[in-house]
Nanobody, 124 residues
């Protein structure tokens, strides 16, 4: 059974940085994509960034492009989200997700496995 465990959330001032990590264990399939989503109170879960594990292609939402960077470490089965120039509107619970496909799609329904989420709070 695939398990995703996020870490690295916290409280940061506007303009600061955080790095989220997602450890992926129990996976037996090799062609897959991983992504980060976020959900703020009262809002729908939204796509933030994604990566094709094999090829390394990365994709970003318009709201974070140029500020966030997704990457992976094959040896550690870990995907990262480096978040720079954080804004108060980035405040949300951030979720790691994995799809049994190497296509990076922006819909939450396209992902089969989810982590428990980690809170990111950006103060103004």
């Amino acid at each position: 059974q695939v398990q995703l465990v996020e870490s690295g959330g916290g409280l940061v001032q506007a303009g600061g940085s955080l790095r989220l990590s997602c450890l992926d264990s129990g996976r037996t399939f090799t062609n897959y994509a991983m992504a980060w989503f976020r959900q703020a109170p009262g809002k729908e879960r939204e796509f933030v960034a994604g990566i094709r594990w094999s090829a390394g292609n990365t994709y970003y939402s318009n709201s974070v492009r140029g500020r966030f960077a997704i990457s992976r470490d094959n040896a550690k089965n870990t995907v990262y989200l480096q978040m720079n120039s954080l804004k108060p509107e980035d405040t949300a619970v951030y979720y790691c997700a994995a799809a049994r496909s190497d296509r990076v799609l922006s819909g939450a329904r396209d992902y089969n496995y989810w982590g428990q989420g980690t809170q990111v709070t950006v103060s103004s």
